[in-house]
């Protein structure tokens, strides 16, 4: 976790100190059932809930020696709490607390990514409804294709979200399960009862099957929808470098005052933010792997799981959460520039409006390989002499031949091809996440 | 695709042959909503249907002019029908077809696998009830830690297996969408009418907003989910091969009549199968990362996607399925050793029951640190100098002091043990599909 | 292996029957060595050697029963040649054929590939040499930065060429390692000597300690230097896309007569091609996952390598070099537009060098910020209110005080910028391959 | 990076106020460059260097405003030293000094790995001659095989880790270029002069074309052979996980007093490092696919790349040193239990040596067909039916007549299995890194 790239609210959940507060908080949860059930003496959490002040320092003292966390952290409280904390973690095993700990903590990462990506979701709708009329040429392969609006691309990343933020909502459903179960997860020394009361009080549910551990599809499961939402919001972060060039120039991602672009270039204004998001996105993707491998574990489970995920939990959450806060920002505070935007429009000359005359040609009754290669002359010889393609097609035979003046105007009007597009909008905005 | 790794049914899905004719369906059922539309003649479709013989060879001649697949196609449609053919494709851009047909393959695609993966779930759910009773030693790290059932193994295979169709369905509706939106999906010379009323008729629903493409994310998804449960089922072969290794050897894969182990070594039973579908998971894992890149596509979108699919698709779905079905036949096959199973409980004489000792002495009274080094100290001496484990205990100075002889009986039970294991199917198995 | 994207060498390479000769090749040369030690009787080989006609249908059908391939192929070639086949694969085990074939294969595979990046290379240094004076507008974040030539673009290409060159040859030798050392490689019933041998005549090196297989060390190398390559070969894909878009068209890839951009937009040609090598670039990175989990296998071997590199070992290959002809093509054929290079050099009115402008300044003694911040303002007021940058610099008070004309005239001097080119073009192409 | 995997070396070298001490050191050694050419001032650098405080966290401040690290930097420089500061960074660009430095850490990092490496090599060799002769049964599969000796696994990973030290060396010599040539490389406002002796002062050498920065194959080259490194790693770890299983239980990593196996279970003794280096493994396995991605970069660059290496860059060369300072510990401390190797090695009763019997039948004539099936009947009697296998063989009709006793004793004695194991620890260890 870089502090560059993590929020304070990250850093503080993925804290040291905080998973030890964790570890206590299911401890206690346990113990507390276990009172209920008297199987430890009644009073047992009062004597030990708020008496503990947890020093992560201290405890990794003591784990140089025990060279075992969760003993060492016992340790630390039963040296603070005395003769009470022996009825603390009995019958449990480490991974009772570990699972079921680390399961709050993803829990409560993904509900913070998931209110960013509700933020991001939020900003493209906005930004759907804002430009539903601005035209832009859409391009296909980086060629000028057809035109379309910008409403559409703000509309169809909305509805991309939409799917990413119930695709996280499902994963964190998966990892709301934890498990105080013991040490090969039958409950050899605990009580199923115990583990459901303890569990109900932390929101979480019990592990159908547990073996050790709490079963990694589910980890897997999150660091997957993690990686697949990285790459929509590299969509938009790649579509707005595009824009952004020079040559094209229709967008910018915001600029702050003070900035500079270029410590060599005075002139440059760089979309340094989206360029980071792509980068950010390489790096969630290649979270998803390892939280693969580790579904595999051997028998009642192996430790291998653990250091994978002592780094890439942190590191997937914090650097998401961190790409969603920074796509938000530069989708709700883009620079549009609608003279760029004309401009490009009428770049070819009306080429990018071919289609519409092919289809013309073809319900005339011509057949379409001979109405494209009509067409396909007059772009060819449009782009390749520099003619002008509109006057080209006015005067190509063929289509002079089955086209009237006003089937050609229509044909060549901007505004009759995006007629649809504030239907796709509204379409997509009527998904709700 | 590989013959070896491939079914009759997925290998005549990919077929080339079959990829035409689910163009032909989706032009046709365009072509339908249009008539429907009037907007082409009435019967076009009728001059069609059943008119043509789709010859891939042919197809495959015509696009090494046309370096484009869709317009070879379209030309040799053209040159059956004639005349009517030039209906077809009316306003349509060739990912229409093809992004819609590629949903109609990955959905029967993901069917299948579906189908498999019940039926690999039901195999697991039958084991947990077969050997709900059979006792084994549970292992962490590899080694030894506590008795518990084979029923619950499977039992845990058949919840992860439930949690993965689950996942699965959740991709089969994310990938039914398809597209008939023209050039930069904007119905610039199309009605989203037609579009809605052609994939009804397919049994797809529209993208929501579209680009020339369905959008990637979809796709990434299916891909993810698939290697997530490419991890559970290696899980199974993992566990199996370590089953069936000679020193442990409590249960084997099936083993043919007439097959050989090994070229040089007759008294070889090797895992093959296991180890099989271990390399297969590893291989359908790695699918997920090219799909993760396919998402950011340029703009309205590039075709970088393609070639990667063209790869993947078969190959991760046909892997899948392959993988599935063998898993289906390891565990329902699965040889059991009853004798083996009992021989490795009784391997440290008891050591595997000193948690239970130790929870007994710490209900005692005594605290868990001091109670801790007085089991490790009689485990270490039975490890080490070969004791007998239950009898280091008895007369262990602190262990006599505070538990009776029927205190250590109890905690020296077995069956005390894995009391709730039946629970714990019990649980798994009201998981429902 | 899609035909689509495999030559007809790659294609016989990996061919079944092609193996199965490799097979036969291999227990020839172990038993040949063997009859120089006496080990067989003398002309043993001579009656087999010419004397079977391999059938792969044959074999599979052996296979079946045995479920073991090398059996399969030993059963069928002694079907054949009757009792001198008895003599074949004595002391070994069929990983001493598989792995010193496959040995075989990827040597071979490599060679063709590296072939194919001498070609592409020297079509880079061809073009560094030919377009050495082509001025071009370098760009960094996708933004207008400093001229450069198009030349060093090509020689950047070609140097990274050499390098991954090199690394293939590395590679080459690293995979150039066979084995005929028995079930866990120590020669139980063979000798060093028989294998040093009959590797000589292969072409190959004994594996200094081996297990039952050759280590997978190799091998990931192998596909880690395909990787690499493949993400070089990407980035000249991408900067053509680039170079081809609309608004930029620098450049663009060839295009076939007869050729159809588009099934909807007679006017589009698109950077097909490129887009393809994209793809395949994303695929083949993929490959190096599961050949780096392959590494790892348990004890003196297990199976689960071979799954995976049935799979990946002919469509690694094959896609990388199908990747490399395909980008030789392009790198070769690039159709380049010195109009729209020149238009575009001059897009931003003398912007882009505007770090000339600011260190002419700073020589003469105004601090870099200061100096900095009156450039960026001309720069500033150029973009935003569209005035003439050169202009402005001549107007501004700070650089009117400090430079004289013939200084700012120098600074806004294209030439002068891409003085070092030449000697950039010469040192990359002094590396050699 | 956390601490838990990071030694402080490690720690040290990728700190933030060690990044703008090595800033400086290229700054400076550029300026003196400069200085001697004429360029700058003479004394510029004596002005300057020794003079700055750099202070970390002003700098962040400063780049809070600036969003531009380098300049934030030159501002702090500026601060401290007025005036001279000016000479600095003339006619550079960032790139010019982050990748120069960046270059500089990688190679340290690398040292410092190979270091370890070196280290580890060593106690595979020291560890091969100890174990020269310590018979052990090698298992295929998981299923015994053929007697070895732990001397020739050690061998093999001594030769691998050779072939890992040569690829990472390699990887050193392509990681040691910089790059002092501006804007888009071409040394618009440059001279490559300076770029020449700066490099040389630093130790490395420039970049024979650059773009902006420095190519990222040089990178992924890196991370991939760090990543297969790893793998070799993983592969010792795994093995030994797999001696340690109860069951087997003929090594066991080190344990330290005092250490405590399990929090549930006393008598634990787990395999916990070699299980941490294997989830290591996965973990710095999947650095390598974004630096894979990085290769493509846009145009003249773009910096997408920067984050994934912020990130990458520490953490896997962290991780990796790490692990080889763990493999090494646990390598060199293996305990090793004789009576278990030896009870292992007569689990079957001798069928380990079936291959040696089957051959010796062969020879005296004996299809090799008939052979493996009278072999392997006895084998499956002894298995299923719990027989003495020698007994068995001695009596089987078929092996009686073709074998007399003594033939039948030799291919039963372990030691002649095991005869030219030395040969291969000899010829492994003559590899030198």
Redesign the interface.
Known sequence: M?D??CSEEMKQLWDLGQKYQYWLKVELAACRAMEAKEMVPRGTVAKIEGKVELDPQKILEIEK????D??AF??HV?NQVG?P??WL??????SDILDTSFALQLKQALEMIITEAEILADHCSHQALEHKDTIMI????????????MG?VF??W???MV??IK?LR?ALC?ISFGKIA???????????EVEKAALDELGLK?E?????VV????H??VF??L??M???V??M???I??W?????HEAAEPF?K???????????????LC??I??????I??????A?????????????????E???AP?ATS?TQFMLKRAGRVVSGLDIFPKNLAR?LE??GG??L???V??EI??EG????KA??A??SC??E??EKGGD?RELLRNNPLIKKHLGEKQLDKALNIN???R??N???R??L??KY
């Open positions: 870089l560059r790239y020696v025990t060279r075992h969760v003993i016992l340790t039963e003769e904390a022996r973690h009995l019958g449990l095993t480490s859409g391009r296909t392969h980086g060629i000028q294709a057809e035109p379309t609006t559409v509309a169809m909305y509805a991309e799917r990413n695709r499902t998966d013991g040490a090969v997860g039958n409950y050899a020394n605990l009580d199923p019990p159908p099957a547990a073996t050790q079963q990694r599809d589910r897997a499961f997957s929808t990686a697949i990285a790459g929509t590299e969509k972060a790649v579509t470098r595009h952004q060039r020079t040559e094209v702050g003070g900035q500079k672009g270029s410590s060599a270039m005075p002139h440059k204004r760089n979309p340094i360029e980071n792509t980068g950010l996105a390489r790096t993707r290649s979270y998803a792997a390892p693969l491998e580790n579904i595999a574990l051997w028998h009642e489970r192996d430790i291998s799981h653990s250091s994978v002592r780094i890439i590191d650097l490009n770049l070819t080429l990018v071919s289609e519409a092919l289809l073809v319900k011509v057949g379409r390989q494209y290669e067409v396909q772009a060819m449009a782009t393609f009759h091809h995006v649809h597009c239907f796709i909008i379409r997509a009527a998904e």
